[in-house]
């Protein structure tokens, strides 16, 4: 079983930045891809970005050269700073893990709400 717990959302002013961290338990954190995704109400759960065992990263093309994901394995963290936010970042940001290749996001957060005012 894997914990996940969201954190550092908040109310920020459009061109503004902020930087979520999701803190995961789990002895083999760094063998895990770690995903964010995002969820605007009445709107469908996208995917933001993700980091693999080995570093390598991917993101929606949405957030590309805004958003930044990485991970401290010492700590057992993601983050993603997001930067130059917009409007239509306002969402519920989630965290996921998944821990076996292939096996999809096995593990979510609780979420972290993010609000940027134009």
């Known amino acids: 079983q894997v914990q996940l717990v969201e954190s550092g959302g908040g109310l920020v002013q459009a061109g503004g930045s902020l930087t979520l961290s999701c803190a995961a338990s789990?002895?083999?954190?760094?063998?895990?891809?770690m995903g964010w995704f995002r969820q605007a109400p009445g709107k469908e759960r996208e995917f933001v970005a993700r980091?693999?065992?080995?570093?390598?990263?991917y993101y929606a093309d949405s957030v590309k050269d805004r958003f930044t994901i990485s991970r401290d394995n010492a700590k057992n963290t993601v983050y993603l700073q997001m930067n130059s936010l917009q409007s239509e970042d306002t969402a519920n940001y989630y965290c996921a893990a998944s821990v076996d290749s292939g096996g999809g996001y096995k593990y979510w957060g609780r979420g972290t709400q993010v609000t940027v005012s134009s």
């Open positions: 980091i693999d065992w080995r570093s390598r990263t």
């Open positions: 789990g002895r083999t954190f760094s063998t895990y891809t």
